[in-house]
């Protein structure tokens, strides 16, 4: 992984210089995020899209997939999504994770997701988020089988999409 300073900004160039360098590079900020994994999920759905600001998705493609992309916060073991409640049911067709433990994006469907995933309220913050081990593996050290982190982490294993970014 680059270091790298990301501000509110980047442009083609900048884009090009990373592509360039055959390095990868994790961008967990927002809109940025949002914009640097559009070409992976056009690929992935295979039509193009479009970055939009609307209430419960972040990517509409052509062919009427609405996905709501989420950049997963990486602690020592586990990697989180927030505000993934019913505030987002029904509003989109698909998930998309960016995972910087995996340097990978899962994409899983919706309805399997809201099926399948064990959230957890989050007092401080007042909203849903949901969890999965870093490293996404389901064995060794630290691996609590059953948990909720667990279970989420095989749900993505076993039903998810992963493109990998590497």
Same mark, same amino acid.
């Given at each position: 992984? &680059? ?14 210089? *990373? ?5 990868? &590079?994790? =961008? ?23 970055? =939009? ?20 916060? =990486? ?21 998309? *994770? ?14 399997? *997701?809201?099926?399948?995933?064990? &959230? ?9 988020? =949901?969890? *999965?081990?870093?490293?996404?593996? &389901? ?28």
């Amino acid at each position: 992984m &680059l270091p790298v300073y990301i501000s509110n900004h980047i442009n083609d160039d900048m884009i090009n210089q *990373f592509v360039a360098s055959g390095e990868s &590079l994790v =961008v967990n900020a927002g809109i940025i995020s949002e914009q640097v994994v559009l070409p992976y999920l056009e690929k992935h759905f295979g039509c193009a899209g479009d970055r =939009v600001d609307a209430d419960g998705y972040d990517h509409l493609f052509e062919n009427g997939i609405r996905n709501e992309h989420k950049k997963l916060a =990486v602690r020592k073991t586990s990697a989180s999504a927030k505000n993934i409640g019913a505030n987002k049911q029904g509003k989109c067709d698909t998930f998309s *994770f960016h995972h910087p433990g995996t340097d990978s994006i899962y994409i899983i469907e919706a309805n399997t *997701f809201y099926n399948d995933a064990i &959230l957890n309220y989050d007092k401080t913050s007042n909203c849903w988020d =949901v969890n *999965f081990y870093y490293d996404m593996q &389901l064995k060794g050290k630290g691996k609590r089988i059953g948990c909720n982190a667990w279970k989420n982490t095989e749900m993505l294993l076993n039903k998810a999409s992963q493109i990998q970014l590497t």
